[in-house]
């Protein structure tokens, strides 16, 4: 599918500061700035804490909480030349559920990390009209790391496509920077407040029943 | 002074696995097992995101929350085999307040992740007895950090005696493990609330008003 944009793919391991700093220099030479940046990658390992390897440890933490950090602080000096500055990354909102950190702390640390820098960069740079805001899936997303890493094909059909994320993700960055900043919100619930009422059109196999994501309420009715 | 303690002083770099693993082992040897394992030592740096260097915010990140997450557990071995397991960090409360985070982007980070860590022991540690908790001077405590890297011989006089600290983890040390878990407490709060009174025996100076420590409300009234 052509969807009309204009892309410039570029390598980057974003452990790695000169190589962000590379990045952010070619994507604004080749645009001529930078509007937005969206923090999409993480790493994902749900082992418990007294079994996670720590070279595992160290990775979701380095990308995860460190590379949220890192790319957009890099990406400043050109986000403050843009009219309409966006930050975005995928991670939840910061209910602090004991389950959800002994099931998997090492990963709950590097997620809501995430979402720590989000609320504290949105704070730093409010009165310059950054904006930086996390959006959250409510089920699972029928992505490689889903079909692979969690569930296999049986919780690909009880996922919604990826659209659901693009399209709330696009609500969210049209917004005005300096008017929405430090948001923690999850897809549905943003596309029903702006109005949205078909759902239907995300779920991959409406036979199955939605699976509701990690660090989602699981009593949350699934739509 | 001589508290009547026995020690066995050992060097020691939270980052580096290896050593945790022989430090543990060093004091498994001598004491003949491990009971309590507290996690004082934590790194500083109060810049704020936009300004601090990449080395200081990996060299906090890793001592202060990843030091708490692998110290522990290389003790773990050793604190299931005791009678009373505690494990025992200095770190704030998980109050989301956003200019906490404004203000120390990085230092906030690694001192909340230090709190998470706790968070997500106890509950995943919870059956087997071991208990993780935290606590928090309510005022700044006359130490060398607080003297060289904060405010001087003047925040010492408005600081109150580390013996304050020694109080509560007292306190906190002879509960029991399985009943005392996954708490957040401020010294004062803990100490008022065990039935003590006098709090001017710890004050430096009550000639001057006590300063309240970062991550404490600062609208609370000093005593």
């Given at each position: 599918?052509?969807?009309?944009?204009?892309?410039?793919?570029?390598?980057?391991?974003?452990?790695?500061?000169?190589?962000?700093?590379?990045?952010?220099?070619?994507?604004?030479?080749?645009?001529?700035?930078?509007?937005?940046?969206?923090?999409?990658?993480?790493?994902?390992?749900?082992a418990k804490a007294q079994d996670i390897e720590a070279k595992r440890f160290d990775l979701i933490q380095q990308i995860n909480m460190r590379g949220t950090f890192m790319v957009p602080r890099a990406s400043l000096p050109l986000l403050?030349?843009?009219?309409?500055?966006?930050?975005?990354?995928?991670?939840?909102?910061?209910?602090?559920?004991?389950?959800?950190?002994?099931?998997?702390?090492?990963?709950?640390?590097?997620?809501?990390?995430?979402?720590?820098?989000?609320?504290?960069?949105?704070?730093?740079?409010?009165?310059?009209?950054?904006?930086?805001?996390?959006?959250?899936?409510?089920?699972?997303?029928?992505?490689?790391?889903?079909?692979?890493?969690?569930?296999?094909?049986?919780?690909?059909?009880?996922?919604?496509?990826?659209?659901?994320?693009?399209?709330?993700?696009?609500?969210?960055?049209?917004?005005?920077?300096?008017?929405?900043?430090?948001?923690?919100?999850?897809?549905?619930?943003?596309?029903?407040?702006?109005?949205?009422?078909?759902?239907?059109?995300?779920?991959?196999?409406?036979?199955?029943?939605?699976?509701?994501?990690?660090?989602?309420?699981p009593d949350l009715p699934a739509e």
């Open positions: 599918m052509d969807a009309g944009g204009k892309a410039l793919p570029l390598l980057l391991d974003v452990r790695d500061d000169i190589a962000i700093k590379q990045a952010v220099t070619q994507a604004a030479e080749h645009f001529g700035g930078i509007n937005i940046c969206i923090n999409n990658a993480s790493a994902i390992s749900l403050r030349k843009s009219e309409n500055p966006h930050v975005l990354v995928l991670s939840p909102p910061l209910t602090m559920r004991a389950d959800w950190f002994a099931e998997h702390l090492a990963h709950t640390l590097s997620k809501y990390g995430i979402s720590m820098v989000m609320f504290g960069m949105a704070e730093e740079f409010r009165a310059e009209g950054i904006a930086f805001n996390a959006l959250w899936p409510k089920t699972t997303i029928a992505i490689a790391a889903v079909e692979f890493a969690l569930g296999g094909d049986a919780m690909i059909r009880r996922s919604r496509r990826p659209e659901i994320m693009a399209d709330a993700a696009h609500r969210m960055l049209t917004r005005k920077a300096r008017d929405y900043s430090g948001n923690f919100v999850l897809d549905e619930n943003l596309l029903r407040a702006a109005g949205q009422t078909d759902f239907a059109q995300y779920h991959i196999d409406p036979e199955h029943e939605l699976e509701i994501d990690i660090f989602v309420d």
